[in-house]
């Protein structure tokens, strides 16, 4: 109960807040380049039910139909203005609807698409027993994930084997440590990784 009184209150405060932004961001993607605004994509929320993720769009428009799911390295489907907007997070700032509509929390397991869930059913059946979150361990932890996969000749294949795996008892450590204090405590870890990003450790190199 304290932890959507939370997530209510402070999405929010953050929508009212960073109303400014989120207009020049949205301006931004408009004007630069063609297709809309917002990128949707169906992701599985708690108890396995599915729900639409909101993001900035920082890829061009038919970006599905000109290469893989995941995007990694100089991805020449990234804009100008994405690029930007990914380095900074201000991508995953739609997100706060998200919350506010009770779809994601604040802190809490990212949350996938169908064809990652369903390779591991019996975990995720653990870890949507709780909502999604815009940040969690894994988000901290893979916070270069995009560069990590550049440099691996097959990325969807490495992210299968390696990362999701490692994301998936993260995100069981999560739910076994979940609380209020514990989640402020990542909220903040979160705004000093995008203010200032630390090297990524060796262990969690997937080269």
Request: net charge positive.
């Amino acid at each position: 109960m304290a932890k959507r009184f939370f997530d209510v209150v402070f999405s929010m405060l953050g929508l009212l807040l960073l109303a400014p932004l989120l207009a020049a961001a949205a301006c931004l993607v408009r004007l630069t380049s063609p297709g809309p605004v917002l990128f949707r994509q169906e992701r599985i929320g708690r108890g396995f039910r599915p729900f639409t993720i909101y993001k900035f769009r920082t890829m061009v428009a038919d970006a599905p139909r000109r290469g893989a799911a995941i995007t990694c390295g100089d991805d020449p489907r990234i804009t100008p203005v994405g690029r930007f907007l990914r380095k900074t997070k201000i991508d995953e700032l739609p997100q706060l609807f998200n919350v506010l509509r009770g779809d994601m929390s604040f802190v809490g397991p990212r949350p996938e698409v169908r064809c990652f869930v369903d390779l591991f059913p019996d975990d995720y059946r653990e870890i949507l027993s709780v909502r999604p979150g815009i940040t969690d361990i894994a988000s901290i932890t893979y916070c270069d994930e995009a560069t990590m996969l550049g440099q691996v000749a097959d990325p969807q294949a490495e992210y299968i084997r390696a990362i999701l795996p490692h994301k998936i008892s993260l995100a069981k450590e999560y739910r076994r440590r979940s609380s209020l204090l514990f989640d402020l405590g990542l909220i903040l870890q979160t705004l000093v990784a995008v203010v200032r990003p630390a090297p990524i450790p060796e262990k969690n190199c997937v080269l």
